[in-house]
């Protein structure tokens, strides 16, 4: 069953952070340590990108997520840097991701210590896990 994610384009351009603690202890394992991603499986045809393995697509071994406790996501995708950006819990099992212009809603599937997976609209599945220790650097 694949999971729906919205994509909205804002009228104003902007968003807004917030230290929401509504949700506080997936809050908690989320800004605990810098995220990256481990594993990305496509819907309809299988696993696109491994740590540590050569494939022919894209390569996620730079994307790096460092969620902050005031609501703003900082780091890399395999695309470039993340500026401007704001997120939202808006359940246990629901993330909405601000990034003028657009508003981004993905689904978790699962969230612990060591592991973070969530949903992308197209039903891309991205697996992530704890930087490595000599990649870190300050944060919170």
Known sequence: MLLSCQKQVL?????????????????NLLTAHPWQINEVID????????RGVLTDGK???????????????????????IANTCYTLLDNRKIQVCSPPCID?????SIGATEYSYKDNSGTIFILGPVEASETTGHK
């Not at 819907?43 to 491994?50: A, D, E, L, Q, V």
């Not at 809603?105 to 599937?109: D, L, P, S």
Request: net charge positive; with cysteine.
């Open 11 to 27: 009228k104003d351009n902007t968003c807004s952070c917030s230290n929401d603690t509504s949700f506080s202890e997936v809050k």
């Open 43 to 50: 819907p309809f045809s299988g696993t696109r990108y491994k």
């Open 59 to 81: 390569d996620f071994a730079t994307a790096r997520y460092l969620y902050k406790e005031n609501g703003t996501l900082t780091g890399n995708t395999w695309q470039g840097s």
């Open 105 to 109: 809603i993905y689904n978790v599937i």
